[in-house]
């Protein structure tokens, strides 16, 4: 895998803090270079706590906030003000506290929302969204870090293994009969994962180890979809040592 890292942190809060200190100079850095930035969100206990750390850090000031694009690698399909969804929770967590232009953020469709109970339109309309702020002979924007969560299974986003999502070569499409609730859901797929600069993996505990034990040993996207999380540039994985126990040893770095 091109551009591997694997670091291990000692515990999940460590981890958080970690996640948030590099976020934050990834944006700063990426302001720097071309005058904007771009970042896709994850949800999990793991990813809110990193963007509660991002909330605590004094570096955060450092960050232009109005020129930062933010989006999501899924949702789930539940009402707009409902608790289940990531960007309420990311929202509570980190980006009420910031001066964010509201046209910079794009949030997935709700039930309810101008697609009513379709989520499959709602998901095309986020793949025109997708499509409508990606640069020349792209059909989604290159996303400077985007950040994923894994299942103690390895599926990434809302694509479980061998489910009909880890076949599917659109941006973005709605996930139905998902095996953990709720049933249905929209997720971007690997078409729009693998597109990113950076892609990172956060994952923290031993019911995750196993899982990224295999992802990182050769297993197929379909068996284990975080094996299909790769970043054009780089592919970082971000666990805490429980995560961590099973992998070869030559792959950890802390």
Known sequence: ????????????????????????????????????????????????????????????????????????????????????RNDVQARRALLDSLDLDPARVHPMGALGGPDGDDADAAAQRYAEELLRFASDDHDVPLFDVLLLGMGPEGHVASIFPESPAAHDERTAFAVHGCPKPPPTRISLGFRAIQEAREVWVVAAGEEKAAAAAMALSGAGQVQVPAAGARGRSQTLWLLDEAAASLLPRGLRRL
């Not at 071309?34 to 206990?45: C, D, H, M, Q």
């Open 1 to 84: 895998m091109t551009g591997l890292t694997v670091v291990v942190h000692r515990d999940p809060t460590l981890l958080a803090e970690a996640v948030a200190a590099r976020l934050l100079t990834r944006l700063v850095d990426a302001q720097a270079q071309r005058g904007w930035a771009s970042v896709v969100l994850t949800g999990g206990g793991l990813g809110v706590a990193s963007l509660e750390a991002v909330r605590r850090a004094p570096a955060r000031a450092a960050v232009d906030w109005t020129r930062v694009d933010v989006w999501w690698g899924d949702e789930r399909f539940v009402a707009a003000d409902s608790e289940e």
